[in-house]
């Protein structure tokens, strides 16, 4: 991994950071770093796995971005984890760092008019490190490669739809975690091997510290405690929600690259099935889907919390 | 000026500049205390910032701890300097730097002027309020508090318990009769006065200094001894969580504080803007002299008390994930689970369905081939799948989802010994199950199908052995459901009873009596089947007794027709 462009010198004291991976993502981009920018990330640190797009040009230019690149495999790095976790140790160390993929978008009760620094400073007084967000996958109505999308959009315009419960969550004993599958791949693509679904469950926001680590993608983390983001027995915590905006009209062509990668997945034979389901450009909408209106919305659904947040 | 202020600073400290300059502004004089683990350098430059202000003095910084003395202390010094210096002033509040004007000072000094005699101070005894933070109450008064809750929680803990196993008790100083309450307070001249002055204050002091969080029970237990008139309520809007720990205002409680009517609120979080640049604002009809009226803050806080610590029953979520064995009602709303009646009659689903005229009548959920949905569709409400594995996979919470979802209706799904049979814990031990089961109905099936005999037998035993274990939960002293269970040849002679009590609970309601009967499906010769069985060596015990002759089937249908003119 070499350095493109270092600019962590800028970083002040209490800075919220933005850590992702990417590949080809010049598309989503734009509208990414608008999103969470306005919600209060200061610096973003990219690691570039090789794209092709203008990805790294673009991300080299933006003034609140630091960005290094690697040619590697993506699954051997533990899914660009090794990467970001150097990367998190050494600059990430007492700041409160959001990890996400280009396509993820992080909400929360009130994200409209409380930004982060406010929820980070609520969670420091609350003695709570981490924050837990589910994600929610969103879909068109109408086969997923006849969307239209242009960069710098609201991806979530074109993509309006989502599955509001069929979510299934059960504990995990290793890693102490609440382990969360459902949502549209789920449904549709996953029903005769449920055990390979996507997982749903991530702890994308850490007050980071030097000896944490992401295990698997930001679904699980190290120490233990940091999971703890779920109240038990019978209590609501605060919680969030990452909007997935996977299925925008590019994922058929990705998928495409992806059979031929065959690097995304834990398990690339299960996952070649659902690329090649995807290629042939399906419509994921029904009659009882959810069309996305805020974050009100998913609190009265049940899918995140106010927690004890006023 | 009739009002002074003392202004307790911690953090912020810009804030609480801003704070106290408004209350300067306003003619106020303000004594303010800055803790002392507020770094020499950071004072210095506050002192500083506020050195254009006459009416603005200071005192000699005190360290404060949560829950410790201290804060008490430098609340006393501060108030004997204002009231020393200040002998015009009939009121004395005592705000923080984190506070926030709401309506401007000179409606608050309308306020306490039309009150002179009134000290506002939120105040009462352990016994009225559930005030339990950290599990004490009464004990804050009796026990000794050497260790720091925040940092030394566990000897804290632990020395507590020690106490109250030796059976440690300090004793209240005659005459004192502990009250708790918010520590921002609005006191007299007069009251005041006579707390800093009494002849016993050294004794009571002293007594206090080991008390658990005093600034929350000091001045609320002496305002008893020397009050006059008290209101127990505070003047300054603030909120507490589950834990004790104050709510904070944001810029979107915007329209809440304004509606409040309360003078003052904290507290504030720092970055509000908005709050800053609005308030204090005249409230809308000043020449009401508007009181205080939190009720609309104190419902919106509530709410999230509440989410706290009930929950939302029968909701899994990746914030809250209730161990499902062990909570009594562990789905959101009564749910009806049915077996055999639609092995019984035809179509006891539409039948039901009409005669219930309200909730969601499914088939059975979790048979074999798929989940039978009451619509027969594939994809039910809320994005759940009919495929079979996908639902086995976590057949607890299709369930616990399938009623989260469709909570707005009562749900009754077909059941039997031929479906995913997981669930049978969970649903035994749920509150808000109403389970009936007419064993033994599987027969019926197998009856009907004339199938190779020796096949009919062992799938008959094998049915049996499953719905024998399912009825062994359903009768174990774990179970909470309501359940009612019959077998065939109890039910078939008498159905239309349990019929009623399954409509009444499905529709939610008392019925009027039921007029239609669903139509039974012809068992003429199941005596006979039943017999061969038992001559093959199975035994059918589920099922009850039959007359063995071919008539009991004819004798069945005759018995149709009572049933329909009670």
């Given amino acids: 991994m070499h350095t493109v462009q270092n600019r962590t010198a800028t970083i002040r004291k209490g800075a919220i950071l933005g850590f992702s991976c990417v590949r080809n993502e010049v598309i989503r981009l734009p509208y990414f770093m608008q999103h969470h920018r306005d919600l209060g990330v200061d610096h973003f640190l990219f690691v570039d796995n090789g794209s092709d797009d203008g990805t790294a040009d673009y991300l080299a230019d933006q003034p609140d971005v630091s960005l290094w690149r690697t040619d590697h495999s993506y699954r051997l790095s533990r899914f660009g984890m090794d990467w970001l976790g150097w990367l998190q140790m050494k600059y990430g160390h007492g700041h409160w760092c959001l990890t996400v993929d280009a396509d993820e978008l992080l909400i929360y009760p009130q994200h409209d008019t409380r930004k982060l620094p406010t929820l980070t400073a609520w969670l420091d007084d609350q003695g709570r490190q981490s924050f837990g967000a589910l994600m929610i996958e969103l879909y068109p109505r109408g086969p997923v490669g006849q969307t239209t999308y242009q960069p710098g959009k609201d991806p979530v315009a074109a993509l309006p739809f989502f599955d509001p419960d069929n979510y299934r969550n059960i504990w995990h004993p290793i890693f102490r975690n609440l382990w969360i599958q459902g949502g549209v791949r789920d449904r549709v693509f996953f029903g005769p091997d449920p055990a390979r679904a996507p997982t749903l469950n991530k702890t994308p926001l850490i007050k980071w510290d030097r000896r944490y680590a992401y295990v698997s993608s930001t679904h699980q983390v190290l120490p233990r405690h940091l999971h703890d983001v779920f109240g038990t027995p019978q209590y609501d915590r605060m919680s969030g929600a990452l909007l997935h905006t996977k299925f925008l009209d590019i994922v058929v062509e990705k998928s495409k690259e992806e059979q031929i990668r065959q690097q995304h997945f834990e398990n690339s034979v299960v996952y070649a099935e659902y690329h090649k389901a995807l290629t042939k450009n399906p419509d994921l909408w029904y009659a009882g889907s959810s069309q996305y209106e805020g974050w009100r919305q998913l609190v009265d659904l049940g899918l995140m919390s106010k927690g004890t947040w006023g | ?566």
């Avoid at chain 2, 619509?375 to 759940?384: A, E, F, I, K, L």
């Fill in chain 2, 1 to 566: 000026m009739s009002l002074g202020v003392i202004v307790l600073a911690h953090t912020a400290l810009q804030r609480a500049e801003q704070a106290i300059r408004q209350w300067a502004d306003a003619g106020c004089p303000v004594v303010v205390h800055v803790d002392r683990k507020v770094d020499q350098h950071e004072y210095a430059a506050f002192v500083d910032a506020l050195s254009d202000l006459d009416r603005v003095k200071f005192i000699r910084r005190h360290r404060c701890d949560w829950g410790g003395w201290e804060l008490v202390a430098a609340t006393q010094k501060a108030a004997t300097k204002l009231l020393d210096n200040h002998p015009e002033l009939r009121h004395i509040y005592l705000a923080s730097g984190a506070c926030l004007l709401l309506r401007p000072v000179a409606e608050l000094c309308t306020y306490l002027n039309a009150r002179p005699e009134t000290d506002f101070i939120e105040s009462s005894t352990t016994e009225d309020v559930p005030w339990t933070v950290g599990g004490l109450d009464e004990e804050r008064f009796t026990l000794r508090f050497p260790f720091s809750w925040r940092r030394h929680r566990r000897i804290f803990d632990l020395y507590v318990k020690l106490q109250q196993l030796i059976g440690f008790k300090r004793r209240i100083p005659t005459g004192l009769v502990p009250h708790m309450g918010s520590q921002w307070w609005c006191l007299t001249r007069r009251t005041l006065n006579a707390i800093l002055t009494d002849p016993k204050r050294p004794t009571y002091d002293r007594y206090f200094r080991k008390v658990w969080i005093p600034d929350e029970s000091y001045f609320q237990t002496m305002a008893r001894l020397h009050s006059t008139k008290i209101e127990s309520r505070s003047l300054t809007l603030s909120k507490f969580d589950f834990q004790g720990k104050p709510h904070v205002f944001y810029n979107d409680h915007k329209a809440l504080l304004r509606r409040s009517a309360c003078f003052v609120a904290r507290k504030i979080w720092p970055r509000a803007d908005e709050l800053y640049d609005t308030f204090p604002l005249p409230y809308d009809k000043p020449e009401d002299h508007v009181t205080p009226n939190p009720s609309s803050v104190d419902r919106v806080f509530a709410n999230a008390v509440d989410r706290r610590t009930l929950g939302r029953p029968g909701l899994y979520m990746q914030s809250r994930f209730p161990t499902i064995d062990r909570e009594n009602a562990v789905t959101a709303g009564p749910y009806s689970v049915l077996q055999g009646f639609a092995e019984v009659f035809d179509d006891f689903e539409g039948w039901l369905t009409k005669a219930t005229g309200g909730g969601d009548v499914h088939g059975h959920l979790f048979a074999p081939d798929r989940a039978h949905f009451t619509d027969g569709s594939p994809v039910y409400v809320g994005g759940m799948s009919d495929h079979p594995t996908l639902r086995d996979y976590n057949a607890k919470m299709f369930l616990t989802n399938l009623i989260w979802n469709n909570r707005a209706k009562h749900q009754a799904f077909q059941f039997g010994p031929m479906d995913t049979q997981t669930i049978n814990w969970m649903v035994a031990k749920d509150t808000n199950a109403r389970i009936s089961v007419v064993s033994g109905a599987w027969i019926i099936s197998l009856f009907l199908a004339r199938e190779e005999f020796s096949d009919v037998r062992k799938e008959a035993a094998r049915l049996q052995q499953i719905e024998h274990k399912q009825l062994k939960i359903l009768r174990s002293p774990f179970t909470k459901a309501r359940v009612r269970v019959m077998t065939l040849a109890e039910f078939v002679r008498s159905p239309m009873e349990t019929l009623q009590i399954i409509v009444d609970e499905v529709s939610e309601q008392p019925h009027p009596r039921l007029a239609e009967a669903p139509s039974m499906v012809k068992l003429d010769g199941l005596g006979a089947f039943l017999q061969d069985l038992r001559n093959q060596g199975m035994h059918p015990f589920l099922t009850g007794e039959f007359a063995e002759d071919t008539d009991t089937g004819t004798s069945l249908q005759t018995q149709q027709k009572p049933y329909l003119v009670r």
